[in-house]
T-cell receptor, first 112, second 111 residues
Framework: DSGVTQTPKHLITATGQRVTLRCSPR?????VYWYQQSLDQGLQFLIQ???????AKGNILERFSAQQFPDLHSELNLSSLELGDSALYFC???????????FGPGTRLTVL | QKEVEQDPGPLSVPEGAIVSLNCTYS??????FMWYRQYSRKGPELLMY????GNKEDGRFTAQVDKSSKYISLFIRDSQPSDSATYLC???????????FGQGTRLTINP
């Protein structure tokens, strides 16, 4: 157990819908990262927050957004969902940007 | 061209064999190198973390980095069925926040 928690474990929804994925980092970690893992693209970095502020952005679609709250938990919002958004979404946390990233168990999103 | 290239396999070897997993990367700015292990339906877990060229050993696992050829390797000695998983190499550029992953190699150790 990495200490990073993610909810829900599974999400099944329809195209055009909006969902929110939640992540709680390890105690003491200030940095939260979101990754998307699909069969064809592998594990891709989406976005990073550090102590409430956005620090780095990867190939995150405009339909996706994230935020980190004062209690350091983070949410990833996915809107206008498309079939191609079906993937595993992982959250990771670290003390700071250069430190080891610990991954949560992931949320499996299925868009029908 | 992907920044980190990794043969996705699958790779199947008998128990007790030495396993060699490899990645190449294209950006000489990458300074930190990691190997993650991912079991089916689980999140990646960090196995090895190296900074410089050379070897780093941890039990049955040895990570090797050759910056001159931009080549990173993971060796598993005395492989066990419990080592069956997908192994992902990853790099981190100094000053950057994002990990860049290889595609992952699916490894099966047969009893």
């Amino acid at each position: 157990d990495s200490g990073v928690t993610q909810t829900p474990k599974h999400l099944i929804t329809a195209t055009g819908q909006r969902v929110t994925l939640r992540c709680s980092p390890r105690s003491g970690d200030l940095s939260v990262y979101w990754y998307q893992q699909s069969l064809d693209q592998g594990l891709q970095f989406l976005i990073q927050y550090y102590n409430g502020e956005e620090r780095a952005k990867g190939n995150i679609l405009e339909r996706f957004s994230a935020q980190q709250f004062p209690d350091l938990h983070s949410e990833l919002n996915l809107s206008s969902l498309e079939l191609g958004d079906s993937a595993l979404y992982f959250c990771a946390s670290s003390v700071d940007w250069s430190d080891t990233q610990y991954f949560g168990p992931g949320t499996r999103l299925t868009v029908l | 061209q992907k920044e980190v290239e990794q043969d996705p396999g699958p790779l199947s070897v008998p128990e007790g064999a030495i396993v060699s997993l490899n990645c190449t990367y294209s950006n000489s700015a990458f300074q930190y190198f990691m190997w993650y292990r991912q079991y089916s339906r689980k999140g990646p877990e960090l196995l090895m973390y190296t900074y410089s060229s050379g070897n780093k050993e941890d039990g049955r696992f040895t990570a090797q980095v050759d910056k001159s050829s931009k080549y990173i390797s993971l060796f598993i000695r005395d492989s066990q069925p419990s080592d069956s998983a997908t192994y992902l190499c990853a790099t981190l550029r100094g000053g950057a926040q994002k990990l860049v992953f290889g595609q992952g190699t699916r490894l099966t150790i047969n009893p």
